[in-house]
């Protein structure tokens, strides 16, 4: 079992910048590949970014690549996204979330967190 705290959203501009935190319960978050995933309103939930569980692996989806940048410390039990040159596209209910394996399917991901609210305003 692995329980999923997320902060660090908030409001900003846009071309700001927030740095989103997944705080994670549990000795085993070495083990699973995280991702991070979006809800805007009226939307379904999308892929955002994932990471392996060793690092060696990163995905992107298209829209982030380039101003996204997942990363993770699993001394500290935390995956971490930060969002440089935000648009108010971004905006949304984001997500962390844990997997076996890496991927950019929402289904394959067994346990979540929360949520956190980023706003973008233009």
């Known amino acids: 079992q692995v329980q999923l705290v997320e902060s660090g959203g908030g409001l900003v501009q846009a071309g700001g910048s927030l740095r989103l935190s997944c705080g994670a319960s549990?000795?085993?978050?070495?083990?699973?590949?995280m991702g991070w995933f979006r809800q805007a309103p009226l939307k379904e939930r999308e892929f955002v970014a994932a990471i392996s569980w060793n690092r060696v692996s990163t995905y992107y989806a298209d829209s982030v690549k380039g101003r996204f940048t997942i990363s993770r410390d699993n001394a500290k039990n935390t995956v971490y996204l930060q969002m440089n040159s935000l648009k108010p596209e971004d905006t949304g209910v984001y997500y962390c979330a844990a997997t076996r394996a890496i991927s950019d399917y929402s289904g394959s991901y067994a346990y979540w967190g929360q949520g956190t609210q980023v706003t973008v305003s233009s």
């Open positions: 549990g000795r085993t978050f070495s083990t699973y590949a």
